[in-house]
T-cell receptor, first 113, second 113 residues
Framework: DAGVIQSPRHEVTEMGQEVTLRCKPI?????LFWYRQTMMRGLELLIY????????DSGMPEDRFSAKMPNASFSTLKIQPSEPRDSAVYFC???????????FGEGSWLTVV | DQQVKQNSPSLSVQEGRISILNCDYT??????FLWYKKYPAEGPTFLIS?????DKNEDGRFTVFLNKSAKHLSLHIVPSQPGDSAVYFC????????????FGGGTRLMVKP
């Protein structure tokens, strides 16, 4: 099993630019989560999907953030326009509905300058 | 408002000794608790969990204890090994489905040879 695959692993972008982070879940997993890790706030849930449908997006910080899951094999987290305070590690995680364990990807390290 | 707190940002232990990592929570609705381990540049990986109907769960060298009245849980690692050196996060959820995990800030464990 390839695990949760995230891309890019590292991204440095200028303030104001659009950033798109990508996630391929583990095959068969029907829940997908986007987390953000910062020094100040730790690991926080941004949004999660069940069967490609967004269930809870209360953690999404602002309208600049949007997430989509067009199919069971792919999800994106988009930031437009990006700001320096968006600099963080963004994790995608997935799980199968019959289990409690969430499996994390290796993260996308975003730096906005 | 930190609902899950890990008050020790770091812990140093000698190889072979016991490591005890602590976690406190405030939300009485939490009824399922998990510990994740994170190495640098990797995503968190699931370690062990416990339901609120139990007060102890053991898996090899790892044991999690839950004290509901004190809203406190701890992770014991015996014996500690240098490969255990990592950041440990506790997480809690108000349901047994792991959808809305709230993470603590993490404790960095260093096991010295």
């Amino acid at each position: 099993d390839a695990g949760v695959i995230q891309s890019p692993r590292h991204e440095v972008t200028e303030m104001g630019q659009e950033v798109t982070l990508r996630c391929k879940p583990i095959s068969g997993h029907d829940y997908l989560f986007w987390y953000r890790q910062t020094m100040m706030r730790g690991l926080e849930l941004l949004i999660y999907f069940n069967n490609n449908v967004p269930i809870d997006d209360s953690g999404m910080p602002e309208d600049r953030f949007s997430a989509k899951m067009p199919n069971a094999s792919f999800s994106t987290l988009k930031i437009q326009p990006s700001e320096p305070r968006d600099s963080a590690v963004y994790f995608c995680a997935t799980r199968w509905g019959g289990q409690n364990t969430i499996y994390f990807g290796e993260g996308s390290w975003l730096t906005v300058v | 408002d930190q609902q899950v707190k890990q008050n020790s940002p770091s812990l140093s232990v000698q190889e072979g000794r016991i490591s005890i990592l602590n976690c406190d929570y405030t939300n009485s609705m939490f009824d399922y608790f998990l510990w994740y381990k994170k190495y640098p540049a990797e995503g968190p990986t699931f370690l062990i969990s416990i339901s609120s109907i139990k007060d102890k769960n053991e898996d090899g060298r790892f044991t999690v204890f839950l004290n509901k009245s004190a809203k406190h849980l701890s992770l014991h690692i015996v014996p500690s090994q240098p490969g255990d050196s990592a950041v440990y996060f506790c997480a809690a959820t108000p349901n047994n489905a792991g959808n809305m995990l709230t993470f603590g800030g993490g404790t960095r464990l260093m096991v010295k040879p």
